[in-house]
């Protein structure tokens, strides 16, 4: 199985808990499924296979992520979550992410 693959499976392990929150499905962003509130993407696995969140620039830092580069440039509010961080470290952020994006999502 490729990375991205190992990605989504776990993506879709961590799923069913967020998307028992109110607002929230599946959504198509850069080309993979993600994890939406009222139609704004808070996560999704990119195509290497990491968790991509949407997340404070000042939580990002906190957390010691690096952050999404799209076209040669790092995206302020969107940050990298290694797939190599496992199942736990993803649901924790993902919360947050959802929180975060559910706070500023009218």
Known sequence: MDDRARGREVLDEIAPDILSKPDTAMSRMFNSEG?????????????????????????????????????????REWAVVPLADGVDRWRTITDEAYAFVDSITP
């Open 35 to 75: 994890l939406s509130v009222r139609g704004k993407i808070f996560a999704f696995a990119s195509k290497s296979g990491d968790l991509v969140v949407k997340l404070p620039a000042e939580r990002i830092e906190a957390l010691g992520l690096d952050n999404m580069v799209m076209a040669g440039s790092p995206r």
